[in-house]
């Protein structure tokens, strides 16, 4: 059985930072990533990892404040958030893809952790 386990998230003033694990049991996948989804928002696509090489890829808005990495004997992805801002308050999800495909879209990944919320007090 697949399990994304989330865990880090919290509330934080502006400019702190945080950092959200996502542990995987049940299977190794090709790529991981992070989205996110505010009230009243469509999900969207905040950073990934390739699980092979480790090529990373991030969302405009993110670059230079996130950082996504990897733990490949703990199979657990991490998200160093730095520099939060107030637009950065969502839920956050892991999630994980069988086969390397695309990136950026929700639709590219087959499994979904549960969600971590993470607020940014102005």
């Known amino acids: 059985q697949v399990q994304l386990v989330e865990s880090g998230g919290g509330l934080v003033q502006a400019g702190g930072s945080l950092r959200l694990s996502c542990a995987a049991s049940?299977?190794?996948?090709?790529?991981m990533g992070w989205f996110r989804q505010a009230p009243g928002k469509e999900r969207e696509f905040v950073a990934a990892?390739?699980?092979?090489?480790?090529?990373?890829y991030y969302r405009d808005s993110v670059k230079g404040r996130f950082s996504i990495s990897r733990d490949n004997p703990k199979n657990t992805v991490y998200l160093q958030m730095n520099s939060l801002k107030p637009e950065d308050t969502a839920v956050y999800y892991c999630?994980?893809?069988?086969?390397?495909?695309?990136?950026?879209?929700?639709?590219?990944?087959?499994?979904w952790g549960q969600g971590t919320q993470v607020t940014v007090s102005s």
């Open positions: 049940g299977r190794t996948f090709s790529k």
């Open positions: 999630a994980a893809a069988v086969y390397l495909g695309g990136i950026y879209n929700r639709n590219e990944y087959d499994y």
């Open positions: 990892i390739r699980w092979s090489g480790g090529s990373t």
